[in-house]
């Protein structure tokens, strides 16, 4: 059994005395400061936390009615003698005078004690979060700490030193004083069945609802802490993950705020101003709130908990009608597969969003300026009025796709649809030549788009009709045909140019050799696990090529609007541990696409085209987090990685393992190869012949700040870094392109939108980088990638079986970072928006080792990235700058 020794105890500790029994607080064995504790406190403590403590209060309690007998039995025999233990002298916290006679481990106890103690005060450092389920406790925590420091100093007498030194010491002197009043034992007591009652309390909830059981955080910053003992770990979740989904409907992002324009959106969303007050629900019709009147029929949609309208077998008869009634919409869930992959029924949803949100932001203005009401309410009716024209498109198109989903099935005998999902033909009712149906000319055209129809259309389209009983050829209407809507166009309204918008009707954009362009007009977003690729890509009138935008939640990319998501990189970091990810960030991952494995394997060689606004891109702090997750790049796109062949190792002409600064161009298969393309202030990048360093004054960005481009080389499974291209690697010179900041159009991207473009042309042996459409650097690809001249840079190479890929056993953080991005099957995928080493927290995060620093996320906003499978001409790279800086550099930032 353990027993306790206050003697003992006090020498150990270099006390002596009773100053030290003062400076705890003793009563009976226990620590005051537990007996103050509140339900509150209690509650965040662990159940064995909890248990134990019972015990100890147990003990006490027994102690302090053993000396009110001795007292009454003292005054009754006046006798001067007291004792707690006659056989040993000695006050025993666990005996058989425990509760229920049971004997406890005090040593697992003790190791569960120091191990909280020692999270709770790790997390009260740092302001950290310890319970998964337990948030904003740190008043409770702060309370806790000093009482438990010293129940854990008392209780490691308790657990078997002073049992060893001095197990027969009697401590009636060191507590005389203490127990001499009857009124101070009898208030203890009270103390302790006030305690009890709120730890039973406690527990009794817990084992009625075990969700109440505090859940410590699976995170390695707790672990020195937590090893040995038998507290159970929950999963660090994100808790931006899912934090919009349950919401019914909701259009809270529109266009970005424009300076010229009257496209005008502040960052909370569709009402513009709704902290001042904002305007009438301008779009009441798409709501979820259902009219008093309503109520009693349950006709209103299922999701709003209504019965819908039902179809039975009598219908069948008007069911042909029906099924090209534009009043009667199926929007039923397995109808929504094909609304959802469709490209032009998505085109049409987004220039409706998009024009919508820009007439709100005139009609703000108006009330804003204090129209009169005559202007306001012809507003709202235009407002109005264009939410029902681009109503009736959707409708129309989705009627085109039920038809062609329902109609061969039910009339033609089919057994399962004739059109895949998102390959449904447009103005085509030709196919109903081979079912026995029979439908009225007019009720086919009524379901076409004219010449007239141009928001949302996408190409040019020959209706053709059928007339099942003839079986005479399809009919055409060659006036009918629609024209373009131009791929990179984004619907706006000019600078004095009220009530009237624009959107081309032809490509402004230069479109040969363009294979995927995202103009980011739809919010869906994607988490790492997820296979769906949802960011339209315009090139194309089918989902080949569509990107997935990553991120927690919508509001986190899109706080500034349409069409210019944030992206902060792959995670986000902890301020108590730089080096652990607190959370999910945001990026785009390009698909695993022949034409993006070729991108820059392609001989005839690649244009990378993109909008970027990078705010605080010259501030060491805000733009770099020099004080905390420190940063020394800015990945725009990357696909580095670490990684090599089984038995390779990278050394030197002595036999060391290389400097990471020192790696030799390897073109083999014995490493892995990769690309890097954005903004840095590591000087080995924008200084010449200079080694790394990760102090910030020596990299600071407003003396030394680039855009550029470089390879990437692994040098073993846990670091990457830049290759070196000195012929015998004496020298820190690096294979790199690189543009200072100073002195050209890039050197704007902090305070407005820029044009990037970076070109690349294997026949020349040429790269060249262009600003705001004007040429500012021309390289050779020869000496930017270090391959033979006129050849492609043919990055990234295979990954390795030992290569980095976010999974539970590389990555510190939420679950949501653990299940990806995960590798492609052949290469490391591209990301825009940050490196994708940077969740690697094993080996430094990103790239690894220990230069280059520790993030790489762009934290920065992007607009109309495109992918051409060719080099853009000067004058191309002018055309597209022209074609959409009406938009971009009007933006509000």
């Known amino acids: 059994m353990a ?80 004792e707690f233990d006659t056989e040993s002298g000695t006050f025993k916290f666990n005996s058989l005078d425990s509760q229920n006679k ?23 450092s740092f302001g950290a979060q310890i319970y998964a389920n337990y948030q904003s406790i740190k008043a409770e925590i702060d309370a806790i700490i000093e009482c438990f420091d010293k129940l854990k100093s008392v209780k490691k007498f308790q657990a078997g030193n002073s049992g060893s030194q001095r197990t027969q010491q ?35 909830a817990r084992r009625a609802n075990p969700d109440l059981e505090p859940k410590i955080l699976d995170c390695k910053e707790y672990d020195q802490f937590l090893s040995g003992t038998t507290f159970c770990r929950a999963p660090l ?90 009043d009667i919409i199926d929007d039923s869930a397995g109808m929504q597969e094909y609304y959802d992959q469709d490209h032009f029924l998505a085109v049409i949803k987004q220039q409706r969003d998009k024009q919508i949100y820009d007439l709100s932001g005139e009609l703000q203005t108006f009330i804003d300026n204090g129209e009169g009401q005559s202007v306001i309410q012809n507003q709202r009716q235009l407002i109005i009025t264009a939410l029902a024209n681009h109503n009736s498109k959707i409708n129309r198109r989705k009627k085109q796709i039920e038809v062609a989903v329902k109609a061969p099935q039910i009339y033609g005998g089919k057994t399962s649809p004739i059109f895949a999902p998102g390959q449904i033909p447009i103005n085509d009712f030709s196919y109903l030549a081979d079912s026995n149906v029979s439908v009225d000319l007019e009720k086919q055209k009524a379901l076409t788009f004219k010449q007239g129809d141009v928001n949302g259309v996408v190409l040019p389209i020959t209706p053709k009709f059928v007339q099942s009983y003839i079986k005479a050829p399809s009919i055409q209407f060659e006036h009918l045909k629609v024209p373009t809507i131009g791929k990179g166009s984004i619907i706006y309204t000019p600078s004095g140019n009220q009530g009237a918008t624009v959107l081309s009707l032809t490509d402004q954009i230069v479109t040969d050799g363009l294979f995927a362009i995202y103009n980011f007009l739809e919010t869906d977003v994607s988490l790492p696990s997820s296979m769906d690729y949802n960011t339209t890509n315009c090139a194309r009138q089918d989902n080949y090529n569509s990107a997935q935008l990553v991120a927690p939640s919508k509001r986190s990319v899109f706080f500034s609007g349409l069409g210019i998501p944030y992206l902060e990189g792959i995670v986000k970091n902890k301020s108590s541990d730089p080096k652990g990810a607190s959370g999910l960030g945001s990026f785009v991952r390009l698909p695993d696409t022949k034409e993006f494995r070729d991108l820059t394997y392609n001989n005839q060689g690649f244009t990378v085209e993109c909008w970027v606004h990078v705010p605080n891109i010259t501030d060491s702090e805000l733009g770099w987090l020099s004080n905390t997750t420190s940063s020394l790049t800015k990945v725009l796109i990357g696909c580095e990685n670490v990684g090599v062949a089984a038995g390779y190792k990278a050394i030197n002409h002595t036999g060391a393992l290389r400097d990471l600064d020192y790696l030799n161009n390897d073109n083999g298969g014995q490493v892995v190869r990769g690309l890097l393309c954005g ?33 990437t080389q692994s040098r073993d499974l846990s670091s990457a870094s830049f290759i070196n291209n000195d012929e015998c690697q004496d020298y820190t010179t690096f294979y790199k392109m690189k543009v200072d900041l100073a002195n050209t159009a890039f050197g704007n991207v902090s305070s407005q939108f820029v044009l990037i473009n970076v070109t690349c042309d294997p026949t020349t042996d040429t790269i060249k980088m262009f600003a705001d459409g004007s040429l500012v650097a021309t390289s050779s690809i020869s000496n930017v990638f270090g391959v033979y001249p006129k050849s492609a840079p043919n990055l990234p190479s295979f990954k390795k079986q030992n290569s980095f890929e976010y999974s539970s056993t590389t990555v510190d953080g939420p679950t949501v970072l653990k299940q990806g991005p995960r590798l492609n099957t052949f290469y490391t995928p591209w990301i825009v928006g940050g490196g994708y080493t940077d969740g690697m927290y094993q080996y430094g995060n990103f790239l690894g080792g220990d230069r280059g620093g520790v993030v790489s996320g762009l934290r920065g906003h992007i607009g109309s990235l495109k992918f051409y499978s060719r080099p853009l001409d000067s004058f191309e790279v002018l055309t597209n700058y022209n074609a959409q800086r009406g938009f971009f550099k009007n933006i509000l930032i």
């Open 170 to 204: 009697q401590i009636e002197e060191s507590f005389a004083a203490d127990r001499a009043s009857l009124e101070e034992a009898v208030d203890f007591i009270a103390k302790c069945d006030a305690l009890l009652i709120n730890i039973d309390s406690i527990l009794a």
């Open 237 to 326: 979740e994100d808790p931006e993950v899912g934090a919009e989904e349950k919401e019914i409907f909701r259009l809270t992002y529109g266009p970005p705020i424009s300076v010229a324009g009257t496209y005008i959106l502040t960052t909370d969303g569709l009402y513009y101003d709704s902290r001042s007050g904002g305007i009438d629900s301008a779009i009441a019709s798409i709501s979820s709130v259902i009219a008093v009147g309503d109520l009693w029929k349950y006709e209103y949609d299922p999701n709003l908990g209504g019965k819908g309208q039902a179809i039975s077998l009598d219908s069948l008869n008007r069911y042909k009608d029906n099924l090209f009634d534009l």
């Open 102 to 124: 049971l004997d406890k481990d005090k040593n697992q106890a003790l190791e569960n004690l120091t191990g909280i103690l020692g999270a709770l005060q790790q997390a009260a």
């Open 3 to 82: 027993s306790f020794d206050l003697n003992t105890f006090l020498n150990v500790q270099g006390n002596t005395g009773t100053g030290l029994v003062r400076s705890l607080g003793m009563s009976f064995g226990l620590p005051s400061c537990l007996l103050n504790l509140t339900s509150n406190l209690l509650s965040i403590l662990p159940s064995s936390i909890l248990s134990d403590l019972r015990q100890d209060v147990l003990t006490g309690k027994t102690a302090a009615n053993q000396v009110t007998k001795a007292i009454f039995k003292k005054l009754t025999l006046d006798t001067g003698i007291i």
């Open 679 to 711: 903004f840095t202030r590591d000087r080995r990048i924008t200084k010449e012949s200079t080694g790394f360093s990760n102090s910030n004054t020596q990299n600071l960005p407003t003396s030394s700040l680039s855009f550029f481009i470089a390879p």
